[in-house]
């Protein structure tokens, strides 16, 4: 039998709701995008994002205004840009702290996370938001503040979740042997691509999602139908 040791979770779709994403997170950032780039593109960090934003596009000489409307352009094709996470997540930061928004966060999750980690098992996190969004959403959760819980995140820097040499980086990173991790995502491209990896995969589909009779991957309709 397989010992886990470490589970490497996805959010979207596993912890929490896709429509909370797309419904509360995406279109706030929209919103104020153009303003707070305004009122803060003189700052160092910033000005970065901004700068591997351009870099990104191609764009070799743009104005501000340029970026920010290839900003809102991304946004709009849910680019999984590095740039646009991490300026996404800035502004979601003043909505966070200023009590806007809570993250959704299944019912079960929070318990679960919980028992886990008081299992020994250590806990991390794999999303393609940046690694400060992640921790944001996690501390400002309707479950409380579960960042405790977390060893570690990793984003869209360490490669993209469909590759598998990403999830050799994780493993690489936790100093965990592939096999005793599981990851957990919605995404059945990310699991074939960290079972590529050796990584054990848990497929999240939850509710009206049907499991199939032969899934590619263990199926689970929530985190509480997981056993290890």
Same mark, same amino acid.
Request: charged share 25%; with cysteine.
């Given at each position: 039998?397989?010992?886990?040791?470490?589970?490497?979770?996805?959010?979207?779709?596993?912890?929490?709701?896709?429509?909370?994403?797309?419904?509360?997170?995406?279109?706030?950032?929209?919103?104020?995008?153009?303003?707070?780039?305004?009122?803060?593109?003189?700052?160092?960090?910033?000005?970065?994002?901004?700068?591997?934003? @351009?870099? %990104?596009?191609?764009?070799?000489?743009?104005?501000? #205004?340029?970026?920010?409307? &290839?900003? =809102?352009?991304? +946004?709009? /094709?849910?680019?999984?840009?590095?740039?646009?996470?991490?300026?996404?997540?800035?502004?979601?930061?003043?909505?966070?702290?200023?009590?806007?928004?809570?993250?959704?966060?299944?019912?079960?999750?929070?318990?679960?996370?919980?028992?886990?980690?008081?299992?020994?098992?250590?806990?991390?996190?794999?999303?393609?938001?940046?690694?400060?969004?992640?921790?944001?959403?996690?501390?400002?959760?309707?479950?409380?503040?579960?960042?405790?819980?977390?060893?570690?995140?990793?984003?869209?820097?360490?490669?993209?979740?469909?590759?598998?040499? @990403?999830? %050799?980086?994780?493993?690489?990173?936790?100093?965990? #042997?592939?096999?005793?991790? &599981?990851? =957990?995502?919605? +995404?059945? /491209?990310?699991?074939?691509?960290?079972?590529?990896?050796?990584?054990?995969?848990?497929?999240?589909?939850?509710?009206?999602?049907?499991?199939?009779?032969?899934?590619?991957?263990?199926?689970?309709?929530?985190?509480?139908?997981?056993?290890?």
């Amino acid at each position: 039998m397989t010992v886990i040791r470490a589970i490497v979770t996805d959010i979207e779709g596993t912890t929490s709701s896709i429509s909370f994403v797309k419904d509360v997170l995406f279109p706030y950032a929209r919103k104020r995008l153009p303003a707070y780039v305004e009122t803060h593109g003189d700052t160092p960090e910033v000005q970065h994002w901004l700068h591997e934003a @351009a870099k %990104e596009a191609g764009i070799v000489e743009a104005s501000r #205004q340029e970026v920010i409307e &290839l900003l =809102l352009r991304w +946004i709009d /094709e849910d680019r999984k840009s590095t740039a646009l996470k991490a300026l996404q997540g800035m502004i979601w930061k003043d909505g966070y702290e200023g009590g806007d928004f809570r993250a959704h966060m299944y019912p079960e999750v929070g318990a679960k996370l919980h028992a886990w980690r008081a299992d020994g098992l250590h806990l991390y996190v794999y999303s393609s938001g940046s690694v400060p969004a992640q921790k944001l959403f996690f501390r400002y959760s309707e479950a409380g503040d579960l960042t405790p819980l977390f060893s570690g995140y990793f984003d869209t820097e360490t490669g993209p979740k469909r590759e598998k040499n @990403a999830y %050799e980086k994780i493993a690489a990173a936790i100093d965990e #042997q592939p096999g005793h991790i &599981l990851f =957990l995502s919605d +995404i059945v /491209e990310e699991l074939d691509a960290a079972k590529a990896a050796g990584l054990c995969t848990g497929w999240l589909l939850r509710a009206p999602l049907p499991i199939p009779d032969a899934p590619r991957h263990p199926a689970y309709a929530d985190f509480d139908a997981i056993v290890l």
